[in-house]
């Protein structure tokens, strides 16, 4: 009976990996067949752990941390809890059935399991499958959870097919439902695509920026600011985050450096650092969004809410696992002791939701993961932003980069139908470029050169 687990992960592996997006309609069906049929609940929670385990080591192979997975696994584990409990107890008289619920329990425990990890995992919530097909659009009943429901819905049907496969014309009523659906789903999407671009279209103000992305071995600094030549009309240039090597005692030199580089430029700079605020006394220390004027002023900081866990903060004080203490041994880059596990003097502190507010707009300034909390995105999208920037250094990442950035990419296309904004994208060791509403995009990898891409927005 585990093969049937072991097969839906296999298959969801082949749908995000190879972009068989079709894949995603029938990879959760072998799972829910197992779901529906097992009646042991410790086979049901077996069978669920096999499955998210197997999916996540084939898709974010990248980040294999045995906490990491094993509280993912945990948290998922309310899937087949939420089956167990609905099969075993009479809800007929509400008109509930495993059918109809299976779904629901689904998008549930997928969304929760993926934000409540200590390091999210948006990128792989089911419905991320579907970013580069015709039914991106779903995107907008949701975001993430219009895609991941659908999908759970054509599979929950198909996996009924199969059950009721012996009466004939049940089989043929539930193949004809799901052909019905995903034709409907089809042209749902489509038109959602359509009025995205359309409402683009209709945006009669327009800016200017740059975008810059740099490779993984930052050997150039303010030395590669300095050299920067951009168009007369630019309006704005945004710096990869952290491009400036810094810590606690030199963060200043860094925002002296990108204030002198938007004065040299003569456009307004954002730039992403770490920074104490003098304010409270010089003991808070924040990763800030900071963007500076044409003349090298301090005009908006944006403070980040969402901390990533071990480098920006750690919740264990002095415990941390054995292996870093192994991974502690290994670095040879002093940026990468300076961290929160291993030394509580780099604890940052939460921010508060806001906006970057510039000379005529204002847009969310996203710094790194927190692309990877959809509703929290949606938040500052709600407070009038005009567009959003994601801006991160993905120098974490060993092996498995090109494979982080496609998993990434999908989500920041679903944010861009869903939110209707464009998304501007640029950072350390990722792409420079816009994805627009409509979900089309117009990227720049990087080599071993940095890159600066240029282009018109609307707003």
């Known amino acids: 009976m585990f093969l049937l ?23 959760l069906v072998p799972l829910f067949l197992f779901f529906i049929k097992e ?51 009479d809800f007929s008289r509400y008109g509930a059935r495993i059918y109809f ?9 997928d969304y929760i399991e993926s934000q409540y990890t200590l390091l999210p995992m948006s990128i792989i ?87 810059m992305s740099a490779p993984r071995e930052k050997k150039f600094f303010d030395s590669e600011l300095s ?4 168009s007369e009309n630019t309006d704005i240039f945004i710096a990869p985050e952290d491009l400036y090597p810094h810590d606690i005692e030199n963060y200043q030199k860094a925002i002296d450096v990108y204030s002198a580089s938007a004065k040299k430029l003569g456009v307004m700079l954002s730039a992403v650092t770490s920074r104490i605020d003098l304010l409270s006394g010089g003991k808070n220390l924040y990763k800030s969004s900071i963007l500076f004027s044409k003349d090298g002023e301090i005009k908006s900081i944006y403070n980040k809410v969402n901390l990533t866990i071990t480098s920006e903060y750690w919740p264990f004080k002095n415990w941390r696992p054995f292996y870093f203490d192994y991974y502690l041994k290994q670095l040879t880059n002093l940026e990468e002791e300076n961290r929160a596990i ?55 990442i060993g092996g498995g980069i090109d494979q982080y950035l496609r998993l990434t990419n999908n989500l920041r296309k679903i944010e861009a139908v869903w939110l209707n904004k464009l998304v501007l994208v640029n950072g350390i060791a990722d792409y420079a470029g816009i994805i627009f509403p409509d979900g089309s995009s117009d990227l720049r990898g990087i080599g071993n050169q940095s890159v600066i891409f240029e282009g018109e927005i609307r707003y």
């Open 125 to 211: 919530i089911f419905g991320n499958a579907l970013a580069n097909s015709p039914f991106l659009g779903l995107a907008r009943l949701g975001g993430v959870i219009g895609p991941d429901l659908f999908a759970a819905i054509i599979n929950t049907v198909f996996a009924a097919a199969i059950i009721l496969r012996k009466n004939k014309s049940r089989f043929i009523l539930s193949v004809f439902l799901a052909a019905l659906l995903i034709i409907s789903g089809f042209a749902l999407a489509g038109i959602f695509i359509q009025k995205n671009k359309e409402d683009y279209a209709l945006k009669n103000r327009i800016a200017r920026v740059a975008l």
């Open 5 to 27: 687990p072991v097969l839906s992960s296999i298959l969801g592996i082949v749908s995000f990996n190879a972009d068989f997006y079709f894949l995603a309609f029938f990879a």
């Open 342 to 396: 291993f030394d509580s003097k780099y604890q940052y502190q939460k921010g508060t939701a806001s906006l970057l507010k510039a000379d005529g707009f204002s847009f969310v300034s996203l710094i790194c993961v927190e692309a990877h909390y959809p509703f929290y995105v949606k938040k500052l999208v709600g407070l009038g932003a005009d567009f959003i920037s994601h801006n991160s250094n993905n120098t974490w």
């Open 227 to 230: 050299s920067v030549v951009l």
């Open 39 to 89: 009646k042991n609940f410790w086979k049901l929670l077996a069978g669920a752990a096999l499955f998210r385990l197997i999916f996540a080591l084939g898709t974010v192979y990248f980040v294999t941390d045995p906490i990491l997975f094993g509280l993912s696994i945990l948290i998922f584990l309310g899937l087949p809890i939420s089956v167990y409990l609905c099969k075993n107890f």
């Open 101 to 109: 619920l299976l779904p629901l329990f689904w998008i549930f425990w």
